[in-house]
T-cell receptor
Framework: DAGITQSPRHKVTETGTPVTLRCHQTENHRYMYWYRQDPGHGLRLIHYSYGVKDTDKGEVSDGYSVSRSKTEDFLLTLESATSSQTSVYFC?????????????FGPGTRLTVT | AQTVTQSQPEMSVQEAETVTLSCTYDTSESDYYLFWYKQPPSRQMILVIR??????QNATENRFSVNFQKAAKSFSLKISDSQLGDDAMYFC?????????????FGEGTQLTVNP
């Protein structure tokens, strides 16, 4: 299994509070991604990073920001959490040597905004 | 924009039998990759199989194989000799091929139940 961890694994927070989710990889992969998973939608890309300090928006980026100050860490921040951001969040990595650059996923973080 | 459609929200199969999950996609690109991911109740996303669009030969990984019809933009997953451990949500995904960092576009998923 690819060395990807996410923290926290579960979080309950109140509407309006800031929340930061962390993704940590030990694979030295160049690309990192944040997805959210909701029933009926599969996984949708929030933001991604193609290198340290290089990030870009995905299809559902409103209300989210990201940062990547080190190759191994990719942070997702909800500046002011809303109930619509209740979801399961997955981090993924890609950019290893060879192959079709498959994406490997972390274990997910279940976030509940009350 | 690319889209991926899985028209079967739920499927069921008897243990030891064969089942096929459907996936269609829409793209104007000629270079791309297709994937099937499995998500068991643990929630972990597990890569099952991949197909390069430039390859005519269908990919196979043990009991898992695909039927890739490029002209029809169809990418189905066949699971042979189904096992209880195959009970999971299955996602079809598409990726453009021009850079290694391209994002994945997922279908909505098919929940597969394997009956003993």
């Amino acid at each position: 299994d690819a060395g990807i961890t996410q923290s926290p694994r579960h979080k309950v927070t109140e509407t309006g509070t800031p929340v930061t989710l962390r993704c940590h990889q030990t694979e030295n992969h160049r690309y990192m991604y944040w997805y959210r998973q909701d029933p009926g939608h599969g996984l949708r890309l929030i933001h991604y990073s193609y290198g340290v300090k290089d990030t870009d928006k995905g299809e559902v980026s409103d209300g989210y920001s990201v940062s990547r100050s080190k190759t191994e860490d990719f942070l997702l921040t909800l500046e002011s959490a809303t109930s619509s951001q209740t979801s399961v969040y997955f981090c993924a990595i890609s950019g290893g040597t060879g192959g079709a650059y498959e994406q490997y996923f972390g274990p997910g973080t279940r976030l509940t905004v009350t | 924009a690319q889209t991926v459609t899985q028209s079967q929200p739920e499927m069921s199969v008897q243990e030891a039998e064969t089942v096929t999950l459907s996936c269609t996609y829409d793209t104007s690109e000629s270079d791309y990759y297709l994937f099937w991911y499995k998500q068991p109740p643990s929630r972990q996303m597990i890569l099952v199989i991949r197909q390069e669009a430039y390859k005519q030969q269908n990919a196979t990984e043990n009991r898992f194989s695909v039927n890739f019809q490029k002209a029809a933009k169809s990418f189905s997953l066949k699971i042979s000799d189904s096992q209880l451990g195959d009970d999971a949500m299955y996602f079809c995904a598409y990726r453009r091929g021009e850079t290694s960092g391209s994002r994945l576009t997922f279908g909505e998923g098919t929940q597969l139940t394997v009956n003993p």
